[in-house]
């Protein structure tokens, strides 16, 4: 929210404060004005039972402290905002500035969230501490400046401000006790604002900048329908996965069965010279899958993520076990057979799975992989653990073979699309070469035919010098040719695609004992504190990949962003988990925000 600009935040209040808020109480006081509710005082503001669908809990202890460390970590452009959180509040609620000193910024600013299943979002109410609800209810509705009249709920003891005229406020507000509650609508405020002002204050506060409780209820109704939402996203109209979602499809389902099957979750924020997103989730007891990954999931650390090129602009590790890749092998058949019109043939079809399933058995349990961006465009390697060599080569020709039936035959062909094999010639490394070769058929690369003309690139890179044109600096057409080079070795699968492949490969193979990821500081540091239990990591760095789209490859310095996912077992009193993180880069948050649309 702070990226916009200040009416955009106004009309936008209610949503942006949900995004910053919450926190816990050390209690409240009684309001002393004639406006204030009637039992307003310390007895009126005992706890009540939580509203039934209750989804979420937040908290934002110190709301000065935190805002001051966002401003902070956005840097020049923040000088422009309010100093403090309750100058940031008045702000965007269309409050008089001069109430912003009745706002507490050192005791906590709380939000909950209820269900509501008569519409598309839950209902959601923040509660900000003030010094004195009923001073602050006097200045906000009597005098000259008046710009609300007070109206009680007599039900839940709220002071509902309603304006006097047409928008005054983007939200809803009232108030309990010491709390300025904000929520979407008046209904909002009543249904769930007395929970928020008269439990939550009892709650014991957070150590992070900001933490989200999440129930259950909440796991399996809004946040498992939202997931599945934006997984169908990249679905096809038939349902199945669209070709840029295949490679994901198993691991996306096994994540959704586990999320669906989470006790409760948590979300923190830290702030420092960086911001640290986590989030953790307790399965539920009976063996399903979220206790069932929290024990078999395959973790290590970073490892193959540090030998990656040390000029890769992002980088991935997944690890997996036998039995899991096994489990998988149905999905990843029914995505990749979902891309072929009419599906593939029953015997074909069991061709693929005995293929898949032979090369899951050949290989180990690690991949990683990254991307590159040099003169000639991007190119991205893969490095896999193997099992069994022999196994892993003689599988990877089946599958290639597989381009072969008519069915995918028909596929490529109504994608204007030819694919060859054969060997490479790369005399600098040790072993067989093999080359995958996509082209563009002769009526794909004619003007009006669905495909740009084809244009011939620097020799031997297949690229293009074509422009995107003046929204994307640098930016290359896709070429009509595209190259897959890989080897099997004792040491691993090596595999390397697009713009440069043979430079590609020839890096990721020499990375493991030359210049790789690991000796890049930036890089090292950032992944190092991940430890050794992670199933998946995710490192980008998002200022030298919008240099090279600006067409300046290599410019810049090091500002990564880590995402990462793994397993913690049982230990010590505490419950197994299963947790997410992700780390952003000060330097990163600043430029991106800088630069804005450039993506």
Request: aromatic share 4%; net charge neutral.
């Amino acid at each position: 929210m702070i990226v916009h600009p200040t009416s955009f935040l106004r009309r936008r209040a209610a949503a942006a404060l949900v995004a910053t808020f919450v926190g816990l109480s050390a209690g409240a006081l009684g309001c002393k004005s004639p406006g204030a509710p009637a039992d307003a005082g310390v007895a009126g503001l005992s706890p009540v039972p939580a509203p039934a669908g209750l989804v979420a809990e937040a908290f934002l202890p110190t709301p000065d402290a935190t805002w001051a460390k966002v401003r902070a970590l956005v840097g020049g452009s923040a000088a422009l905002l309010p100093g403090s959180a309750g100058a940031l509040a008045a702000s965007l609620l269309g409050l008089p500035i001069t109430v912003a000193s009745e706002i507490d910024g050192s005791v906590p600013v709380l939000g909950a969230a209820v269900e509501a299943p008569d519409r598309p979002r839950p209902r959601i109410t923040i509660g900000i501490h003030v010094k004195d609800g009923g001073r602050l209810i006097d200045q906000l509705t009597r005098g000259e400046g008046a710009r609300f009249r007070a109206a009680p709920d007599a039900a839940t003891s709220i002071a509902l401000l309603q304006p006097l005229q047409e928008g005054t406020s983007p939200a809803a507000l009232g108030v309990l006790g010491n709390y300025l509650l904000v929520a979407e609508s008046a209904g909002d405020l009543t249904a769930v604002g007395p929970y928020v002002a008269r439990t939550m204050p009892q709650a014991q506060a957070p150590k992070e900048d900001l933490a989200v409780e999440i129930p259950r209820p909440a796991i399996e109704g809004p946040v498992l329908r939202a997931a599945r939402s934006a997984w169908d996203q990249a679905r096809g109209p038939d349902g199945a996965p669209r070709p840029t979602a295949v490679p994901l499809a198993p691991a996306v389902e096994s994540a959704l069965a586990m999320l669906g099957d989470l006790e409760r979750a948590r979300v923190t924020l830290v702030l420092d010279e960086n911001a640290h997103l986590r989030v953790s989730g307790t399965p539920k007891a009976g063996g399903g899958p979220a206790s069932k990954a929290s024990t078999d999931l395959a973790v290590g650390d970073v490892k193959p993520l540090l030998e990656l090129p040390a000029d890769a602009l992002a980088g991935i590790v997944v690890r997996d076990r036998a039995t899991s890749r096994a489990e998988n092998v149905p999905r990843l058949v029914d995505a990749l057979a979902g891309l072929v019109e009419g599906g593939l043939p029953p015997a074909e079809r069991e061709r693929l799975g005995a293929v898949i399933r032979a090369a899951s058995d050949a290989r180990g349990d690690w991949f990683a992989g990254g991307i590159r961006f040099n003169e000639a465009g991007p190119t991205a390697f893969v490095r896999a653990a193997v099992g069994d060599r022999a196994k892993l080569e003689t599988a990877v020709q089946d599958l290639l073979g597989m381009a072969e039936i008519q069915p995918v035959r028909a596929a490529l062909q109504r994608e204007r699309l030819r694919m060859s094999t054969g060997k490479a010639e790369l005399p600098q490394l040790e072993g067989e070469v093999r080359r995958v070769r996509f082209e563009q058929t002769a009526a794909a690369a004619q003007p009006g035919a669905g495909q740009p003309p084809a244009r011939k690139g620097p020799a031997g890179a297949g690229a293009s010098a074509d422009k995107r044109g003046a929204g994307a600096p640098g930016a290359s057409q896709p070429p009509p040719t595209i190259e897959l080079l890989y080897i099997v070795r004792d040491d691993g699968l090596f595999a390397s695609v697009g713009n440069d492949p043979a430079a590609g490969l020839r890096s990721v193979v020499a990375a493991p004992q030359g210049e790789r990821l690991g000796g890049v500081p930036a890089m090292n540091a950032a992944l190092a504190p991940l430890g050794s239990d992670i199933a998946f990591a995710l490192v980008v760095d998002p200022l030298r990949l919008v240099a090279s789209r600006l067409g300046q490859p290599g410019a810049g310095d090091p500002a990564p962003v880590v995402i990462a996912a793994g397993a913690a077992p049982a230990a010590a009193g505490a419950p197994a988990a299963l947790w997410a993180r992700a780390d952003i880069a000060a330097t990163a948050i600043r430029e991106l925000i800088r630069l804005g649309g450039v993506f």
